[in-house]
């Protein structure tokens, strides 16, 4: 059982994202990490400002985390994720699309 942190997603949250990120390559191993938690891991680091290696131990390993984090920003999944939920909260507030 997962501690519960501030910094964890809702599953509401979950399900408005969980779409925009990547699948596993074809051809490769299943994955096996819960991205949920990954996810969550990431999160926790981001606000609370603590290095890789001091994730609480209920959160997948530091290494995993950081792998994952590291990919999404290389592949530019962490951008497109962030224009995706700027343009849902611009359509949200009765706004255009992209930011003029």
């Not at 994955?31 to 606000?47: C, G, P, S």
């Not at 590291?70 to 343009?87: A, Y």
Request: aromatic fraction near 16%; charge should be positive.
């Amino acid at each position: 059982m997962s501690k519960s942190y501030s910094t964890n997603l809702t599953q509401d949250q979950w399900e408005l994202i969980e779409s925009l990120i990547p699948a596993p390559l074809p051809g490769g191993r299943p994955r096996e990490t819960n991205i949920w938690k990954v996810m969550n891991a990431i999160f926790y680091v981001l606000y609370e400002g603590c290095r890789w290696r001091a994730l609480p131990g209920d959160f997948p390993n530091w290494q995993t985390v950081y792998t994952y984090f590291r990919n999404w920003r290389k592949d530019g999944t962490w951008v497109r994720m962030h224009d995706r939920l700027r343009e849902w909260t611009r359509v949200g507030s009765e706004r255009s699309r992209p930011p003029l």
